[in-house]
């Protein structure tokens, strides 16, 4: 049973993973810490995930990742390589989660069609 509280703010398990992932990303040490934030922040801004559990997934994954990666010394630049944009926006593109521009394609499809349909009925 859901509780009311989750019907306003979305599910209280994946708010608490999420604030788990983001404590993960801080206790990492330098400089895999600031290389985290830094993809971390451009996958809010970039990536478009609207679906909590896949945008939950992926942080967790991230964090994954990172802490594998402060565990074993692998260098930052063995991470991401030398084009951390493409490093960030191929690991979003793993999440096939809902994306805002899904909304938007469906808004503009349907809206065709109506315009449509209204021609074809004025005609």
Do not use: C
């Not at 992926?58 to 390589?81: M, P, Q, Y």
């Amino acid at each position: 049973m859901t509780m009311w509280i989750e019907k306003i703010i979305g599910p209280l398990d994946q708010k608490k993973q999420y604030r788990q992932s983001q404590a993960r990303i801080e206790a990492l040490p330098a400089p895999y810490a600031a290389a985290a934030k830094a993809v971390q922040r451009y996958l809010t801004y970039s990536g478009g995930i609207v679906d909590g559990e896949t945008l939950v997934q992926l942080n967790v994954d991230h964090a994954d990742l990172w802490e594998r990666a402060a565990a074993d010394g692998t260098s930052v630049r063995d991470i991401v390589g030398e084009d951390p944009v493409g490093f960030a926006e191929d690991f979003a593109r793993a999440y096939q989660g809902r994306q805002w521009i899904d909304k938007e394609r469906t808004r503009l499809t349907d809206a065709i069609d109506r315009a449509a349909r209204d021609q074809e009925r004025e005609s």
